[in-house]
């Protein structure tokens, strides 16, 4: 297994205050044609014990989504994890940033694009 996506960030993140660093993530494919969705499995309180859920996270940007939709569709198996929590203060759009990493035995590699100063 290697990466296929090294770093991608998510589009319309959301509840990221429930991730933690190098948590396994799950893809899906999205309603959109070659739109991949990001789940993540949380424990919600129970009265005994914690259970499980699935939320949802956000998207794969449309050029990441591109490469692995088909093998998103045929259930295809890839290890997603989250990289990287950017929190609101930090950023200039003032919402949080989710950043992950897609791998699987793909050999096409996206690699992240260089930074702008």
């Known amino acids: 297994m290697h990466p296929i ?3 991608t960030e998510l589009l319309d993140a959301r509840n990221d ?3 933690t660093m190098g948590q396994g993530l799950e893809l ?3 309603d ?3 739109q ?3 789940w993540a499995e949380v424990a919600r309180p129970g009265f005994f014990r914690r259970r499980p859920r699935h939320v949802f996270i956000g998207q794969l940007g449309p050029e990441a989504a591109e490469q692995i939709h088909d093998g998103v569709k045929t259930g295809k198996f890839y290890r997603v994890r989250l990289v990287e929590l950017i929190p609101p203060h ?3 759009r003032g919402s949080s940033g989710v950043i ?3 791998w699987g035995e793909e050999t096409t590699v996206i690699r992240p694009a ?3 100063r």
Do not use: F, Y
Request: avoid cysteine; hydrophobic fraction near 40%.
């Open 28 to 30: 899906r494919p999205g």
């Open 100 to 102: 992950v990493s897609v």
């Open 36 to 38: 991949v969705q990001v």
């Open 90 to 92: 930090l950023r200039k």
């Open 17 to 19: 205050r429930l991730l």
């Open 5 to 7: 996506i090294q770093r």
């Open 114 to 116: 260089p930074e702008s």
């Open 32 to 34: 959109a044609t070659d």
